[in-house]
């Protein structure tokens, strides 16, 4: 039995990111980006107005109020994407809107609300300063300077700067294929024809919708029987995958034949059995070249042990430099218990207070106990070593979802 930490280690250390693929910007979002990216060119392109009005000298406005306005004359129109034609001399305006290309001669603009149009000329109303409402040219982005890293996560901000520096595609890491294998004989398919000792396959679908929540591309490889042919033959064809998940089959019993072709030549186990609880019978090793986790057959410790060693390898072969999920400090609503020698994660839910966050088990911690992972946005942690902590004590609390994120502050 190695500890957590050590199999973490070990398993992050066996993964590398995947190599680079190209894709448009409509598919680049949350997609991890493989190059550096300096600005070809200068954002905005040319210097242009942030307002509707006019573009002008500011030395023409000194003294301009609504009791005595002073009046220029308008010599152009320049609406929004066109270019201007004319130079503003003394005495002299154009008007102009958002976004278009300031004339040369004018330096400011002076906004629509403080003017009058009068014919051919225009009152103004009050005095400018020098630059005033002029967007410079390269003032958000200088050309040459770099706005993205390598390594960095495409949001929609990303997605912005990338298509007003012409990018219409990028070079992003890979998405992982994961196959997903599930081993029982007790197990059958959701539409198959049951009997009351069967039991649906419902890890190979949270897997996979795990698989899919952290950006991969899971592949759904069915059932295997507790026979060596049967499980060579799904491990076989999920060998074009990037990273092989099972589950079940890596306990002690007698038809726990995930270990014993793990150890078989071409093959490897790494470790078994993780200091934790749920998920404690984890093997670790590859088949042939492929990177294999043989996650618990336990519904919630699958998907305990998922999240704590399956995702973070994921991101880390999808190019993401932070790995793990967030955690927080919330106060414990309830006495809780566990063994000293293990890593414990209780299923809970974590409510916001007026002091920060308070959180209470879901209920039954049974590792087959689903509910009460349905009832759950997070895991209480808590560490070796320690085998109570009282109600009203802070713990660390690793959150599952953004659901907190949703939920309002308390009388807000
Ligand atoms: P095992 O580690 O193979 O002995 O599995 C432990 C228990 O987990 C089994 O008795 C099943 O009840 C349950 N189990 C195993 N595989 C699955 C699965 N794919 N879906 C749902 N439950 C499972
Ligand atoms: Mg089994």
């Not at 958000?140 to 929609?156: F, H, L, M, S, Y």
């Not at 539409?191 to 591309?217: H, M, Q």
């Not at 749920?278 to 410790?301: I, T």
Request: aromatic share 6%.
């Amino acid at each position: 039995m190695i500890s957590y930490e050590e199999a973490l280690q070990t398993i992050l250390g066996a993964i590398s990111p995947l190599g680079l693929e190209k894709v448009s910007l409509f598919d680049a979002l949350d997609r991890v980006i493989g190059e550096d990216i300096f600005a070809g060119r200068a954002i905005p392109p040319k210097d242009n107005s942030a307002m509707d009005g006019y573009a002008l000298r500011a030395e023409d406005t000194v003294g301009a109020s609504k009791e005595k306005p002073i009046r220029l004359e308008v010599i152009e129109d320049i609406p929004a994407g066109t270019i201007p034609t004319k130079i503003v001399g003394p005495g002299q305006a154009a008007r102009i809107m958002t976004g278009a290309p300031l004339p040369a001669g004018a330096d400011a603009i002076l906004r629509m609300e403080d003017t009058k149009k009068e014919g051919q000329k225009v009152a103004i109303f009050v005095p400018v300063t020098k630059g005033q409402d002029i967007r410079y040219q390269g003032e958000d982005v200088r050309q040459g300077e770099q706005v993205i890293a390598k390594g960095d996560v495409i949001r929609p901000a990303e997605v912005g700067m990338l298509a007003s520096l012409g990018r219409s595609f990028v070079f992003v890491h890979q998405k992982p294929v994961v196959a997903v294998v599930s081993t029982g004989d007790e197990l059958v398919d959701i539409d198959e024809l049951s009997t009351p000792w069967k039991i649906i396959n419902s890890n190979g679908y949270s897997l996979a919708a795990l698989v899919k929540d952290c950006g991969a591309v899971p592949m759904q490889m069915g059932i295997a029987r507790d026979k060596r042919e049967d499980l060579i033959e799904k491990f076989q064809a999920a060998l074009r995958a990037d990273l092989i998940l099972s589950s079940g089959g890596v306990s002690v019993g007698d038809y726990d034949l995930v270990k014993t072709i793990m150890k078989e030549v071409g093959n490897r186990m790494q470790f078994w059995r993780v200091a934790m609880r749920p998920g404690r019978p984890l093997a670790f090793g590859s088949l042939g070249n492929v990177p294999l986790v043989g996650l618990p057959g336990n519904p919630v410790a699958s998907m305990v042990s998922f999240q704590q060693f399956v995702r973070p390898a994921i991101l880390k072969m999808l190019g993401h430099r932070n790995l793990f999920r967030r955690t927080i400090k919330a106060r414990l609503a309830e006495p809780v218990q566990k063994g000293k020698e293990v890593r414990q994660f209780i299923r809970a839910l974590i409510r916001r207070t007026k002091d920060g966050y308070e959180v209470v088990t879901t209920g039954d911690q049974g590792s087959g106990i689903l509910k009460s992972m349905v009832r759950a946005n997070g895991l209480v942690v808590i560490p070796v070593g320690v085998e109570k902590v009282a109600a009203g004590e802070w713990v660390t609390v690793q959150l599952l979802d953004d659901s907190l994120d949703r939920m309002p502050e308390p009388g807000v």
